[in-house]
């Protein structure tokens, strides 16, 4: 609920592959407004500042922030979330599965931002090593897991998708 | 009581690195932590916090914030106080011998504490309007002097952090043994000076709570991201003046706790007692920046210490003094600094000890235990002392261990030293020069003078730092598990456990499952819900695989023996007949069996017939374990780093940790918790500082100013579980998640000094970052 003050802007996008449309205004973040207008809660805000990448999702194929992208920014765009990734009734994809092969995930708070930051970075650089892959996910924050188990499954479902 | 593994017949499901009960909703992002959840008609709040760290709150204006769009109420603590039976939250634990008046107000009364401190809550259609609201109060101050060292308000003409009391909280000392004496004819003795700092627990899930009122009922729902749900439970009906049955504290999801969530905040309080009188639910979530500036975190310890030792690198005493910065309130204790000041001897012998510790105030956040607990503090004490021995008698770093840890064939040894409680700390068992050396081979230390002088040929600095530790695990007094087998056939494990990531579900799924002859996925366990088990503690000190562990293992055991006694009726058959397994009980060589839900009929009776003979009404047991003390996990831990010279970078090339889990009832889990723990240690060896000005302004509060660890500093990290079964629980187990985090500054500082050419015990300022190495590269060369 918001003012009647503050202009409501109606934004429209395609996210997770179906076309969505609510209003919010200026001041909406594009991963609140995921959370709590489109009720995709997958996303998570860690810091809000942009260093922590947990609300990291796909807009137009790349990885963004959604704690620093404005919800307005989003309207036409293609965004790709968490629960993208699988359908709700269907198997995990091979990347989930292979987080789940490696305990991977603790307790899954900062899971979503860095599903979503490897499947842009498989999707650049199917052969990547783990040095590199590590670098890769230097804009993700893992306060429970030490990230090598992250870095293994991530490596692994490297290599199931080449 | 031994340990004893009963393992259903053709069921082993303990030591199985099962797949977790909680990954899937995790990874489909379908997980419900408290930001989720929604309650038809939430408000939500925002506090308006201290921008001084010490002053008179002379007035605080609301008006024009309450005429602001969307808000709904905006309260201080006189607008709550109708609500709240005391000003103050109630000391989380008792006995302590502190002076009175130190808890934590629940909005600031009329003197700020510090940076951070809530003076008022702003309740609102949104968060951004509250937010807003908050802008707009102003605040008459008059500014006070503030305490920024915990060292300089000890001294007698230093300001108060609080004007009402003096800035010691409290003194004591631990000693045992004739320190002075050993000291007296000692061949080796020298002092260390030593400043730990420890930042903040930064779970990437802030604190959160949802509080909704019932005012039909006059009850009140609380969801909170929490670690302590009936101890929240207790307090919330403390300080609203409710009786505990009028709450309900359920807990969602949690992303991470490690230890900040380990205590009921003034503002989960505040949020309360505004939904209660506005009628309304009311939500609060944290950003980033107030677990900053008002979670709590540990800081900095000061230990000056000298240490005495004989020709051969024997320890023959250490004595000195602490100081404990406790911050501006002590909302629970003096736990912390006793937890330091006890982990000290560590898996050693050490005939005589004295500690004189001071926990005294500074004008900051409280601190209060983050992940280790003290047990850090203490175990970088100790393994300094024994590399500045192997400094001073020429000694290699690893033989000085070797000749002090506490032999093998001495458990259970009863170190001199007591709890907290008064319990006399008894290391259960362990072979811990077995564990040290096997740490010494997973590294190849041998092997490591010629990596060393290999890269020093090509220009590259290495160094290898080697280290103990060990964690009292399963605190007491008791967990709670209720395990029942529903009418449906249905297992449902309710406990007072608490789950932040660990995988407590899973674990105590596995237990469980093992008793009925089940996979841990048939089992459904139910955490830290008030409504469902009456007692609980709850997650800290690694002690839920221990403690509720335990109490499921013994409530599963005994719903166990139900089963088979009404599957004795059932079959008509000997109990010693029936076999449990995959949920239906059998008699093997006939073709009777019948599923867990036809048992669970049988316990359900029927009107008119009879109950069979020795069937119990229902299926279920509950059990409150009660430990017998803490029971010990010796970690140790070896790294290798190298350093650059033009810069202080330091790269830590890789890791070995070997830690005693008593019995991994999940080893993937086991090693996953060392993992994380390990890089916690890396963070504050490191990385994590929480800057204060000299006007205890906090200096740090982003992620780009405070550093955690990321995946391109941390090495590969060899973990390997040694498993030395516990007789003092019937698993066998020892709690392993903080266990990781002890000896990890102390093995990089070695490692550095090595590398460096630096002297051994040299570096003992954490965190340690790149100036200060080049500054002690300069200082060696000058």
């Known amino acids: ?162 | 009581m031994t340990a004893n593994r009963e393992i259903a017949v053709g069921q082993e499901v303990i030591g199985q690195s099962v797949p977790r009960l909680e990954d899937a909703a995790l990874l489909r992002g379908k997980a419900r932590f408290l930001d989720d959840l929604h309650a038809p008609g939430q408000l939500h709040a925002a506090f308006l916090r201290s921008p001084v760290a010490h002053a008179h709150l002379r007035s605080v204006d609301t008006s024009v914030s309450r005429a602001m769009p969307g808000v709904r109420a905006v309260l201080t603590l006189s607008d709550l106080r109708p609500s709240l039976t005391a000003d103050r939250i109630p000391l989380q634990f008792r006995n302590n011998g502190l002076p009175e008046a130190i808890t934590p107000f629940v909005l600031a009364n009329t003197e700020l504490l510090f940076v951070g401190e809530a003076i008022a809550i702003v309740v609102a259609d949104s968060r951004a309007e509250a937010e807003d609201a908050v802008d707009a109060i102003t605040l008459d101050l008059e500014d006070l002097p503030p305490v920024a060292d915990v060292r300089d308000g000890l001294a007698t003409t230093a300001p108060r952090a609080c004007l009402d009391r003096a800035n010691t909280y409290r003194d004591f000392e631990l000693s045992y043994g004739d320190a002075d004496s050993a000291f007296g004819d000692a061949p080796c003795t020298f002092q260390l000076s030593i400043k730990q700092h420890r930042g903040a627990a930064h779970p990437i899930e802030g604190r959160g709570i949802l509080a909704v009122p019932d005012p039909l009922q006059d009850r009140l729902k609380v969801w909170s991201s929490t670690q302590l749900s009936h101890e929240a439970r207790y307090f919330l009906s403390l300080m609203l003046g409710l009786d505990e049955t009028q709450i309900d504290v359920a807990v969602p999801d949690v992303g991470g706790g490690f230890g900040a969530k380990y205590l009921v905040y003034p503002e989960e309080i505040a949020v309360a007692a505004a939904a209660r009188q506005l009628g309304q639910p009311v939500k609060w979530v944290e950003d980033r920046r107030e677990h900053f500036l008002s979670a709590i975190q540990e800081r900095d310890q000061y230990w000056t210490i000298e240490v005495a030792a004989d020709t051969d690198g024997r320890l023959l005493a250490i004595r000195g003094q602490m100081i404990h910065d406790a911050g501006a309130y002590i909302p629970q204790g003096i736990n912390l600094a006793y937890n330091a000041a006890t982990a000290l001897p560590g898996p050693y012998v050490l005939p005589a000890y004295q500690l004189s510790v001071t926990v005294a105030a500074t004008n900051k956040v409280p601190t209060i235990p983050v992940r280790g607990a003290g047990y850090p503090e203490g175990t970088f004490a100790m393994e300094r002392a024994l590399d500045g021995i192997a400094e001073r008698l020429k000694l290699d770093r690893a033989e000085v261990r070797r000749r002090n840890l506490i032999p093998g064939d001495k458990m259970p040894y009863k170190t001199p030293m007591v709890s907290r409680s008064g319990a006399a700390i008894v290391y259960d068992s362990g072979d811990f020069p077995a564990i040290f050396a096997q740490a010494l081979e997973a590294v190849d230390y041998p092997g490591f003078e010629a990596r060393r002088t290999a890269a020093a040929a090509k220009g590259r600095r290495l160094g290898l730092g080697v280290g103990c530790g060990i964690k009292g695990t399963g605190r007491g007094p008791y967990e709670s598990a209720t395990v029942r087998v529903g009418r449906s056939g249905q297992v449902t494990v309710h406990t007072g456990a608490m789950p932040m990531g660990q995988g407590v579900k899973t674990v105590l799924a596995q237990v469980c499952a093992e008793q009925l002859g089940l996979a841990a996925t048939d089992i459904k366990v139910i955490c830290g819900d008030t409504t469902t088990v009456p007692v609980g503690l709850g997650g800290f000190a690694s002690r839920q695989t221990v403690v509720a562990g335990s109490s499921v293992f013994r409530a599963a055991s005994d719903v166990r023996q139900q089963i088979l006694v009404a599957a004795a009726a059932l079959l008509e058959t000997d109990i010693d007949q029936i076999t449990l397994n995959g949920g239906f009980v059998a008699c093997p060589g006939t073709n009777c069996r019948f599923s867990l839900r036809d048992v669970a009929e049988i316990a359900a009776g029927s009107p008119g017939y009879a109950l069979p003979p020795g069937v119990w009404p229902g299926l279920e047991a509950t059990v409150n374990h009660i430990p017998e003390g803490l029971t010990y996990g010796m970690g140790a831990h070896a790294v290798e780093v190298e350093i650059d010279t033009d810069t202080g970078l330091v790269t830590l090339l890789r890791y070995v940790v070997v830690n005693d889990c008593g019995r991994a009832i999940n080893p993937k889990l086991v090693i996953g918790q060392l993992h994380g723990a390990v890089v916690h240690g890396i963070g504050n060896a490191l990385f994590e500082f929480m800057g204060f000005d000299a006007q205890a302004q906090p200096t740090t509060t982003t992620f780009a100013d405070y550093l955690l660890p990321t995946a391109p500093e941390i090495p590969r990290i060899e973990a390997i579980i040694a498993e030395y079964p516990t007789p003092t629980n019937p698993l066998g187990v020892k709690g392993v998640g903080e266990s990781g985090c002890l000896p990890v500054a102390a093995v990089i500082m070695s490692a550095i000094e090595q590398a460096a050419g630096l002297r051994y015990g040299q570096l003992c300022s954490i965190p340690l970052a790149p100036p200060d190495l080049i500054a002690a590269l300069d200082a060696a060369r000058g």
């Open chain 1, 1 to 162: 609920m918001t003012h009647t003050a503050e202009t409501l802007h109606t934004v429209t996008l395609t996210v997770n592959g179906a076309e969505r449309s609510a209003q919010c205004t200026a001041r909406w973040s594009l991963a609140d407004f995921l959370r709590h207008e489109l009720g995709l809660t997958g996303t998570h805000l860690g810091c809000e500042h942009g260093v922590c990448g947990a609300c990291t999702v796909l807009v137009d194929g790349k990885s963004v922030r959604g704690c620093l992208m404005m919800a307005v920014q989003a309207n036409g765009a293609e965004v790709r979330t968490i629960e993208g990734l699988a359908r709700d009734d269907g198997p995990l994809s091979a990347l989930q599965k292979a987080f789940a092969d490696h305990h991977a995930v603790q307790c899954g708070f900062c899971t979503p931002g860095i599903l979503m930051t490897l499947v842009e970075v498989l999707g650049d650089t199917p052969d990547i090593d783990e040095r590199e892959m590590r670098e890769a996910l230097s804009g993700n924050i893992c306060r429970c897991t030490g990230y090598q188990n992250i870095v293994d499954a991530a490596m692994a479902a490297a290599k199931a998708c080449r």
